[in-house]
């Protein structure tokens, strides 16, 4: 990528903003979500736990499929974090919430998914993320930013055996993302390359978005991670997760699936 190019391309990101109707301009509930962004630096200042228990709260109480409310949620400070874990929070966050998916506590009312464990783990995915993004808007209108990890420091789903092992994970239960917050060194970060609306809408029958659309937003991708990290790039990091993958993959099945994969 040429050095216009690549100048060009930051100008585009930039210059994005989120699409509001002057109507709706001034209410806070929609800025706080609209203004949301995923933050990898914070300042040395604490969390109150008063702040914390509110975001908690947002996450206990978040929508969920009839209700199941199938989630738990691994809760760290800084201490708690390294006692566990060994080293620091990822991004010298001051406090962590590991989602987890749970059907445990469903399993010992009414065992509703003896058959079908794709739809069980689905299920515990779609209600334990719901719940994650409760929290970070909670975050946001607290002022506390927050970011959603899945591998950095294994916090997710893609380190499952690890969490497994570590946490003591019973059958039924499984590491899908852990968010960490802290108060954001910087609050004017540019919005991520974002597809268009007409790009990843429909009505009737489904619109495949055209290839131009999706080599543009890539571009952008490629030069905005370059802009944050100058001795790496986008497609070396995609070139990490797939060396991930079939470990990954594997370790989902068997937690997951069990033995009725195996057979």
């Given at each position: 990528m040429g050095l216009f190019s690549f100048?060009?391309?930051?100008?585009?990101?930039?210059g994005q903003r989120p699409n509001v109707p002057a109507a709706f301009g001034e209410n806070r509930l929609v800025q706080t979500i609209?203004?949301?962004r995923s933050i990898r630096k914070f300042v040395d200042r604490d969390i109150k736990d008063d702040e914390m228990a509110l975001i908690l709260e947002a996450g206990r109480l978040a929508p969920s499929t009839v209700n199941m409310q199938t989630w738990s949620f691994g809760v760290f400070n800084r201490e708690s974090w390294k006692d566990t874990f060994g080293r620091a929070t990822p991004y010298g966050a001051m406090r962590a919430v590991m989602a987890l998916g749970d059907v445990t506590r469903i399993k010992r009312s009414a065992d509703i998914f003896p058959d079908a464990p794709l739809v069980e783990y689905t299920v515990g995915v779609i209600n334990a993320s719901l719940?994650?993004?409760?929290?970070?808007?909670m975050a946001e209108a607290l002022g506390i930013g927050s970011v959603m990890l899945s591998d950095t420091g294994k916090t997710g789903f893609f380190s499952a055996t690890?969490?497994?092992?570590t946490l003591k994970l019973p059958s039924g239960v499984y590491p899908l993302m852990t968010i960490v917050f802290g108060y954001p060194m910087r609050?004017?970060?540019p919005m991520p390359p974002k597809f268009k609306m007409e790009d990843i809408t429909?009505?009737?029958?489904?619109?495949?978005?055209?290839?131009a659309?999706?080599?543009?937003?890539f571009s952008l991708m490629e030069a905005g991670y370059k802009a944050g990290n100058l001795?790496?790039?986008?497609?070396?990091?995609?070139?990490?997760?797939?060396?991930?993958?079939?470990?990954?993959?594997?370790?989902?099945?068997?937690?997951?699936?069990?033995q009725k994969w195996k057979t």
């Open positions: 100048a060009r391309k930051l100008g585009q990101i930039l609209l203004n949301r719940a994650a993004m409760n929290m970070t808007i690890y969490l497994r092992e609050k004017d970060l429909f009505c009737g029958d489904y619109k495949q978005t055209e290839e659309g999706v080599q543009e937003w001795f790496s790039s986008f497609k070396a990091k995609l070139n990490y997760y797939r060396g991930n993958l079939n470990r990954a993959e594997s370790e989902l099945k068997d937690m997951i699936l069990g």
